[in-house]
């Protein structure tokens, strides 16, 4: 790996260790093996939103050419918002496409992915059927992403109804996290979700 | 190719209908007062180089900028010179912040950014975190400091990535664009320096009204027009023929915006319609199964002579007269009243009318090719047996262009007329519309027919035809 990259890595590495927001457990980074290519980030998801309580595990991957091009960047925690894939965790975020800079670093990643679980770019969508529902069925939107968080993210408490219904698919033999899926893309119509799943 | 053949001699006109035989067009000159006619040149990339410099020294002078600058000036402007001169003089800092030459706001002074207000030897380059000395201390108009080897890095990552002019400054939120003279000196390979000039070339094409490339496969040229409009340019080079404002295939009558709806239709409704729309149809009297192997749509049965057409089956004496009717689309006039399922058929079954006479006479417009072949073969035979001379035949072969072409105006009236609300101006152009047809299909029945005693007839048809062309563009084409 070139050697800026590196240098570069373990300086922003220890930007982000020892920043405020580290302090506070807003935000996180830990090394996954020692050559500096891969990264584990954290972030806590920001409070008055559905995903106020979780905390939610990034995939970061460093390119050679870093930082004259972005980092590779993925949602490792299953998480239901517009501009992340619901199945593979991509992020749909300007900065880490064509509005990278070489001057941004971990810290302004890892924030601006916080910022964007705050404030969702709906028009600009990753997930087109979590899109739809942000924008035709706001209420049940926020009551599934906040069950997500629940299921997925470590958040304590989460919709008993929802949860009866998931249960409803897994005594069909339907695995929790497909039942899940099925139930939240049709807007927790049990009926509409068996059909999904069985056609 | 030099300066005088820029402009149109008399000999380009053959390359300007591309033909590439050599024939009596004296009939085929575009006048000024053809619909069609559009004044374009083929330059070459030396050409177009020359023309873009030239502006570039022209507004440097005036209004007393780098080269450099007054390129990406042009570029953010469309090459429009009298607006950014007029706006550099009224607000020269408004102008360049909005093509982003300089920030939005003035930048900071260097020693209030840097902390402690250290001195100038000591700055860290916030890319590669190493300290840089003054020297190799590089920066734009924003004042974001970065050393020379980060830049050029930078450089190379975008210029791989296919960016040349657009390239911004490397800190946070800044859309500072690099200059063609701080790129192309910290560019270290020669190869990158090449195509960072063959992009940038390319863009400033792009952004230029006047100018487009040739989209013919490999093909180098662009093309100059006065003005952009949705008129038909002929490649001098590759001979490819296409619409100068939107560079897909020439489509007139019709307009870029509805050709472009028309053909994303197709693609999306063509299995329908392929499967629709059959290869052979049976013979409306004797049932025989046809193949149709010509481009003519006046079909006779080889079996039982009936005579007919091959878009409507019904008989052919009945269009050859006074009123032709197969390329009029009879809407149901109760439509309105009609189930929701029966309009989705109605509507399916217009398209499909439209559809396959759009289709049908792109088929004829190949097989006539083959018809041209044909005729060349003909001709080398009647020659041989001694049955006139080769000039005496050429005529077919002008009958065959223009047959060719007018078949292609014909087969785009189509999605036009398709798209054209019903009333009086409808009426009108299907009414010239079938008369085109009608005349077209004469003109294709009589060249696969042509024998050299029938020159005079073939003649007049061709001049009937021709006619029907131009009157029915010079009424609808707007453009």
Known sequence: MANIAIQRIKREFKEVIKSDEAQKCAINVELVGDDYRELRGEIAGPPDTPYEGATFQLEIKVPETYPFNPPKVKFVTKIWHPNISSVTGAICLDILKDQWAAAMTLRTVLLSLQALLAAAEPDDPQDAVVAKQFKENHSLFLQTAQYWSHVHAGVPKGNSEFAKKVRCLQDMGVGEHQALVALSSCNWDVDRAIEQLFS | ?479
Not at chain 2, 56 to 62: F, G, P, W, Y
Not at chain 2, 358 to 365: R, Y
């Open chain 2, 1 to 479: 190719m030099s300066d005088e053949e820029m402009e149109y001699s008399d000999t380009d006109y053959d390359d300007y209908y591309g033909n590439d035989y050599e024939g009596d067009m004296d009939h085929m000159i575009p006048m000024k007062n053809d619909p069609e006619y559009f004044d374009v040149a083929c330059l070459t990339d030396t050409e177009v180089e020359r023309l873009l410099n030239e502006s570039v020294e022209q507004l440097s002078n005036s209004i007393q900028v780098t080269p450099s600058l007054a390129k990406l000036l042009l570029h953010m402007y469309n090459w429009n010179q009298v607006e950014i001169v007029a706006g550099y003089r009224q607000d020269c800092h408004r102008i360049l912040a909005s093509a982003h030459i300089k920030p939005p706001t003035p930048p900071q002074s260097t020693t209030a950014k840097d902390p402690g207000g250290e001195n100038e030897g000591e700055i860290i380059c916030p890319v590669c975190l190493g300290t840089i000395a003054p020297e190799t201390v590089g920066k734009l108009t924003c004042g974001h400091k970065f050393c020379k080897d980060c830049w050029s890095m930078h450089f190379e990552v975008q210029i791989i990535q296919g960016i040349s002019t657009g390239i911004e400054c490397m800190a946070n939120n800044c859309q500072v664009l690099a200059p063609e003279d701080f790129v192309v000196p910290l560019l270290k390979h020669p190869v990158l320096k090449e195509k960072y000039q063959q992009y940038a070339f390319a863009d400033y094409v792009r952004s230029h009204p006047q100018l487009r490339f040739c989209p013919g496969p490999n093909c180098n040229i662009v093309v100059q027009a006065k003005e952009c409009r949705a008129k038909r340019v002929i490649c001098t080079a590759c001979k490819t023929q296409f619409c100068f404002k939107c560079g897909g295939d020439y489509h007139a009558p019709t307009d870029c915006e509805t050709i472009k709806r028309w053909l994303t239709k197709c693609a999306d409704d063509s299995e329908t319609a392929n499967y629709i729309s059959a290869h052979t149809k049976d013979c409306p009297k004797c049932h025989l199964c046809i193949e149709k192997n010509g481009g003519c749509n006046h079909m006779q049965c080889w079996k039982c002579k009936h005579d007919f057409c091959w878009m409507c089956l019904g008989c052919w004496k009945t269009h050859g007269s006074e009123y032709y009717e197969c390329s009029r689309y009879k809407e149901n006039p109760n439509i309105a009243h009609e189930s929701a399922h029966a309009q989705a058929r109605e509507a399916l079954k217009k398209y499909l009318h439209y559809y396959e006479r759009w289709e049908n006479h792109s088929k004829s417009l190949k097989l006539e090719e083959e018809t041209l072949a044909k005729i060349r073969a003909r001709t080398q035979n009647k020659v041989m047996a001694g049955t006139g001379t080769w000039i005496d035949w050429q005529y077919l072969l002008d009958a065959a262009a223009l047959l060719a072409r007018c078949r292609y105006t014909l087969q785009n009236t189509y999605p036009f007329a398709y798209y054209l609300e019903s009333g009086p101006r409808k009426d009108l152009f299907e009414y010239q519309q079938a008369q085109l047809e009608a005349e077209i299909e004469n003109l294709s029945w009589k060249i696969e027919r042509a024998e050299m005693t029938d020159r005079g007839d073939l003649e007049n048809q061709m001049d009937v035809v021709e006619k029907r062309r131009t009157t029915l563009l010079t009424d609808f084409l707007q453009v």
